[in-house]
DNA sequence: GCGCTGCTTGACCATTTGGTCAAAATGAAC
DNA sequence: GTTCATTTTGACCAAATGGTCAAGCAGCGC
C-alpha cells in the first residue's frame, strides 16, 4: 500500500512535527467515527470535532473525505493482517493455528473498530480495497492456503478445505467484534465481564481445533 | 414484531388490491436497496425509481425513510430466523445442526441481502431492531441453548459452550453472504461457480461438526 | 522587531436528500 | 356520465454536508 507510510503525496516533504502530531489524532478520531458510522454515515465535521479541530482545518491535512477513510483503511490493514502473515509453516500446526485464532480474538477485543472498518467496507462492495483484495491479499491467503495444505499432505491436519479454513477463522473470531451488540443484548451483561473472551477463545478453539486434528 | 403482519397502522384497513402490490414493490426493492447501501446511504429516490414509482408516491405508502427500513427489517427477521426457531430437541444432534447449518448456507447464497441487512444495522448499533435483539431473540437464543446444553448432559455433543457453538454457526454461515466480495476476490472465479456452496457447506460441516462430535 | 512560511478559521457555496403539498389523474361505484 | 375516494406527481422547502477561499494568526529564522 502507499508509497511509504503515511506521506500527504509525492515529494517526501520531511513533515513538519505539528504535521505529524495532527495527522496521527484525525486518523485515529477518523477509524473510530468511520467504523461507528460507516463512510456515508460518517461526517467530516464528527472527526474533526472529535479531535478539537475546525472543517477546514482538518481538510487542510487531507484532501477529502475520501481520502482520510482510504489512509484510515490502509494503515489498519497492516495491522489487521500482521498475525495472518505471520504464520509458520515449520510450526506445529494446531499450536500454530491456535495462536492465530486467539491473536485474532484479542485483537477483536482490543480493536473492534478495526474490524467494524473493513466489515463496513467489505460489507458495501469494498469500493476502496477492492484492488488491494484481488492482489496482495489473495496473493497472501494463497500462500497460506498452500501451507495449510502442506500440512494436510503431511498427515498434521485433517483434510479440509484451506481456503474455507481460513473463512472460518476470519468469520468466528471477527464476528466478536463486528456483532458484539448483538452478543452484548443476547447474554446480557455477562459480554463485558473480564473472563467473557477468554471463554469464547476456550470455545472458538475447542471447535475448529477438534474439527481440524487429524484423525 | 409488528401488530398483525405489514398493515400501515391501526385499525385493519382491508388495504386495497392497487395498495398489496405497491406496498411489496417498495419493500423488495428497499431490501435491495438497504442491504447494498445501508441505511445512511441508500436514497428514497433509488428505491422509488427501482419500481418505477416516484418518490411522494412511494412516501404515500410509507410514512419515511425509516418507516420503510424497519418494515423491511422486521419482515426480513421472520425468515431470517425461521431455520433457528425449527431446531428440534428430539432429532440427532449432529444431524440437526447438520440441517440447520447447511439451510443457513443456503440462505446465504439465495437471499445474500438479508444477510447484509442485518450485518449492517448490527455494526451500526442496531438502532432499529436493538429491542427486538434484548428480548426476542435474546428468549430465543436462550431456548435453544439450553436444548444444546442438554445434548451435552447426555453425551451428544462434546461439551462445548452453547452460545459461543451458536455465535460460531452464524459468523461462519452468515460470512459466506455478508463478505461474499472478499471471498471472490480472494478466490476468484471459483465462487461463482455452481459447485462452490456445497464445498462451502462441505468444509463448514466438517470443521464444526468434527469440533463437537462426542469424544 | 521583521518578514516569511505554514497553520487555522469564519463565511460561504453547491449539491444531495428527506419530506410536504396542492393539484391533477385515475379508478370504482352508481 | 357523474361523483367521490384513491393514487400519482411536479414543484418546492429546509437541513445536512462536502468542499472552497480569502483573510487572519502563529511560529521561527534573522
Known amino acids: 500500500m502507499a508509497s511509504t507510510k503515511t506521506r500527504p503525496a509525492k515529494q517526501a516533504k520531511p513533515l513538519s512535527r505539528i504535521q505529524e502530531v495532527n495527522r496521527k489524532a484525525i486518523l485515529d478520531a477518523a477509524l473510530e467515527v468511520f467504523a461507528t458510522s460507516g463512510f456515508r454515515g460518517a461526517t467530516i465535521d464528527e472527526i474533526a470535532t472529535r479531535c478539537g479541530m475546525s472543517k477546514p482545518n482538518l ?4 484532501k477529502s473525505k ?6 484510515v ?5 497492516e495491522e489487521w493482517l500482521g ?12 499450536e500454530e493455528l491456535r495462536r492465530y485464532i486467539t491473536a485474532k480474538l484479542v485483537m477483536s477485543e482490543k480493536r473492534p473498530e478495526a474490524s467494524k472498518l473493513f466489515a463496513n467496507e467489505i460489507l458495501h462492495g469494498a469500493p476502496v480495497i477492492h484492488g488491494f483484495l484481488e492482489t496482495h491479499l489473495r496473493q497472501l491467503v494463497h ?8 500440512w ?23 464476528h ?4 458484539d451488540v ?24 475447542s471447535i475448529i481445533l477438534n474439527g481440524i486434528r487429524p484423525r
Chains 1, 2 share one sequence.
Not at 498475525?83 to 494446531?94: E, L, M, R, S, Y
Not at 500462500?143 to 502442506?150: D, M, N, S, T
Not at 466478536?176 to 456483532?179: C, E, N, R, S, T
Open 143 to 150: 500462500e497460506k492456503a498452500g501451507v495449510i495444505r502442506q
Open 66 to 71: 475520501r481520502d482520510i477513510y482510504q489512509q
Open 83 to 94: 498475525p495472518f502473515a505471520a504464520i509458520d509453516p515449520n510450526a506445529d500446526p494446531v
Open 176 to 179: 466478536y467484534a463486528d456483532f
Open 182 to 205: 448483538q452478543i452484548r443484548a443476547v447474554i446480557g451483561s455477562q459480554a463485558g465481564k473480564p473472563g467473557f473472551y477468554e471463554q469464547a477463545a476456550q470455545a472458538v478453539l
Open 59 to 62: 481538510l487542510y491535512y487531507f
Open 73 to 77: 483503511l490502509e494503515q489498519t490493514l
Open 152 to 174: 494436510v499432505s503431511d498427515g498434521k491436519l485433517a483434510p479440509i478445505d484451506p481456503y474455507h479454513l481460513i473463512f472460518t477463522i476470519w468469520a468466528t473470531t471477527q
